[in-house]
């Protein structure tokens, strides 16, 4: 965007101070942030020979670029005259735009490559974890076990920062949906794994624990090869990429080509028509056919399916005589044609979602006392291989239900991710039903082993989870029928909803229409400026990793977010998120304003009261923005002014940093020119190295899967000996 500022202003004959001091910091961003992009590159180059010099080629290209346009907004060389001969933007626009052009290519080569790099390391990763997976099958004694056990542990660690980070850059949101769910499977089976192998090693002659180890394996390789397809954008060969259409989407585009007769009459031919509405009442008789759907529900499909093929035939007819006469009677019987077909297609649709939608919520109802696990644990324990052969059965015939569920589900989800978490899930219960009946087994054959206890808990554990997951997914097909969008997103800088704000619900998310965009367009372009600002005055710092750096840099990121969402881009969607970012950006001021205390401590006493006086602005800044933020409004204008409130006192915030910023880095070089070196750190400073995390980047933390209970089991992995 800075760029396209660049290339698209106005040629005036005269120019105000503030227009060229606004060009100039807008070339200077560039520059600057072109520098660090190209850092990161050459960073990159430096650890991957084999792509080293493609890389630094396309890094050089990107550093002339940035410095060129730098060089061609410096408008201090206007204070000469014209006869200097002086190029800058206002005497080279086509530089400009040149220079433009082989700073985006160079950048796209850049990515390219890192990308190239990222793919490879995963794949990499992947290796890695299959061969030690190959060792941990082979292994025959505890001690063995325990120390590849640590080295798949670390390796899983590895594997899950690298695909958290891929799956937060992918667009496709199918691809986004995929890789949750493989990533879903590895977390789980990470677990079940450790115990599942315990369990073999500890009873190393009973089938039912060698059946229930090789299923979390056989399920961990899958999982690992949907990764690496996802990521490659392969397939094996012969394989389809995705399971067949679903109802939803069936009569989405059924309707459409309906639709488009209003526009054009011979776009398409009845045959095609015809076989469409046969494909979605095709996948209709899943529901007919299922044991559980409702007579109720069965025979209004039934009737709607019948009627569907009614108003077609009455439609092609129409149709065809619209044809080869338009007149203006046949033209209106075409609309009504048209308006009755679309109207019975809506009602099979909501039909079909509620025999879907009843269905989960009688079973998840039903089944959310766990009473069938309970008994297993119980009668394991027992030993009583009857009881447990009894319920076993009872457990099969709830995973049929649950299957069958999911697949009816999938029909009404509305979304092709919702689709993909569907087809997730019934996976999930075939897979994880057998392996919790072979886990219960093994316990009623070895009722005193606390390992095959642990294990059973383990697969019981991921049942229920599994069907938590489902109610979570229940809601969000519903919120899409309705209209709704489920919450789902957690951003950058933002809590998740409804754990860290009890105000929420008063909250209405609505988006800004054009007309407020405008209003608010020159506050947004402020801020704006007030972030390349902040950013030049960052890069001065010597100590990238001082916490006053830190906490603006977050700060500013958090300020470039909101500046986006005047521009109806970025991130931060609706009203409701824009105020949640205020929130944690008042938050994180004051976490600024804490550093700053700590810092005077280590100044002279005559610089001590200023600093503390810019702190005690800073906090009372900070309170303000939070007020603001969390109070309750209702009503369009009024939800109006509160973002222009908001936004404003982030500006003025962010005004205030500009200025703070500049007096630390002067006092912090004062004093190691007067006293060769500073006071010792203090505790904000040894928190930051114990810690080794930025304040701003909880997504590297929300993102991995159970990267942190899986790095205690692999520092804890003693307590296997005693078992």
């Known amino acids: 965007s800075q760029i396209t500022t660049l290339i698209n202003h106005k040629d005036k004959p005269k120019r105000s101070d503030k227009t060229l001091q606004a060009i100039q910091r807008v070339g200077q961003a560039v520059n600057l942030a072109v520098g660090r992009f190209v850092t990161v590159g050459e960073a990159i180059a430096n650890e991957n020979h084999e792509l080293k010099k493609e890389m630094s080629v396309a890094c050089i290209e990107a550093r002339r670029a940035g410095e060129t346009i730098a060089k061609l907004t410096d408008v201090a060389s206007l204070d000469h005259p014209e006869s200097d001969s002086h190029i800058t933007i206002f005497t080279d626009k086509t530089g400009v735009v040149k220079a433009a052009r082989l700073l985006l290519s160079s950048v796209t080569k850049v990515l390219v490559l890192a990308d190239r790099i990222v793919i490879k390391q995963i794949i990499t990763s992947r290796n890695k974890v299959l061969a030690t997976m190959e060792q941990l099958e082979k292994v025959s004694s505890f001690q063995e076990f325990v120390q590849i056990f640590s080295q798949f542990g670390n390796e899983m660690v590895e594997f899950a920062h690298l695909t958290g980070d891929r799956q937060n850059d992918l667009k496709d949101e199918k691809k986004k949906a995929r890789m949750a769910a493989s990533r879903a499977v590895l977390e789980k089976c990470t677990m079940m794994l450790l115990t599942a192998s315990k369990t073999c090693l500890r009873h190393p002659d009973c089938e039912s624990a060698r059946i229930n180890k090789d299923g979390v394996f056989h399920r961990m390789r899958l999982a690992l090869e949907q990764v690496i397809e996802i990521v490659t954008d392969s397939r094996p060969t012969g394989e389809n990429e995705m399971a067949p259409i679903s109802i939803y989407s069936g009569i989405k585009e059924f309707k459409n080509k309906v639709e488009g007769l209003r526009e054009n009459l011979y776009f398409l031919s009845k045959e095609n028509l015809s076989t469409m509405l046969e494909v979605i009442l095709e996948h209709t008789e899943d529901f007919t056919d299922s044991a559980y759907t409702s007579h109720e529900h069965r025979e209004h499909i039934l009737e709607l399916s019948k009627q569907a093929k009614m108003e077609l035939e009455q439609l092609v007819s129409v149709w065809m005589q619209a044809q080869n006469q338009k007149t203006k009677d046949l033209m209106e019987d075409l609309e009504v044609a048209i308006l009755k077909t679309c109207q019975c297609m809506n009602d099979l649709k909501r039909e079909v979602h509620s025999a879907a939608t009843s269905l989960a919520a009688d079973l998840l109802k039903y089944h959310t006392d766990h009473m069938v696990l309970k008994a297993l644990k119980i009668t394991g324990v027992e030993g009583n291989l009857e009881a447990v052969a009894e319920y076993t059965c009872k457990l099969s015939e709830q995973k049929e239900q649950l299957a069958e569920m999911c697949r009816l589900l999938r029909h009404v989800s509305g979304t092709e991710p919702l689709e993909i978490t569907c087809i997730h899930a019934e996976d999930t219960f075939q897979v994880t039903g057998p392996q919790i009946i072979s886990a219960a087994e093994t316990l009623a054959l070895h009722p005193s082993s606390k390992i095959a206890k642990e294990n059973l808990e383990v697969f019981c554990e991921a049942w229920e989870s599994q069907l938590s997951d489902m109610s979570m997914l229940l809601r969000e097909i519903n919120d899409v029928f309705e209209g709704r969008r489920g919450e789902k997103r957690v951003y950058l800088s933002l809590p998740r909803p409804g754990k860290h704000n009890a105000n929420l619900k008063a909250l209405k998310p609505v988006k800004l229409d054009t007309e407020e965009q405008a ?63 205020a929130e944690i950006f008042a938050t994180e001021g004051t976490k600024l304003a804490s550093a700053l205390h700590a810092f005077s401590d280590q100044v002279h006493n005559d610089d001590k009261p200023l600093l503390l006086l810019e702190a005690e602005k800073l906090i009372s800044m900070c309170k303000q923005l939070q007020i603001t933020a969390k109070a309750s409004v209702q009503g369009k204008s009024a939800t109006f002014t509160k973002v222009d409130a908001c936004i404003l006192k982030t500006r003025n915030m962010m005004t205030l940093l500009c200025q703070l910023l500049p007096l630390c880095c002067k006092l912090l070089r004062k004093n190691k020119a007067g006293n060769g070196c500073l006071k010792p750190a203090p505790p904000w400073r040894e928190d930051k190295i114990r810690t080794g995390t930025n304040a701003h980047t909880p997504e590297r933390r929300a993102e991995t899967f159970g990267i942190k209970s899986l790095e205690n089991h692999v520092t804890n992995m003693t307590f296997l000996e005693s078992k």
């Not at 977050?554 to 105020?579: C, H, I, N, P």
């Open 519 to 581: 209003k608010i367009a020159k506050l947004g372009l402020e801020l704006h400026l007030l972030t390349s600002d902040m950013d030049s005055e960052t890069e001065k710092w010597e100590d990238q990793e001082n916490e006053i750096v830190q906490h603006g840099q977050g700060m500013s990121s958090m300020a470039y977010s909101m500046y986006l969402f005047t521009r109806g881009e970025g991130l931060l969607k609706t009203t409701q998120d824009l105020f949640h970012q």
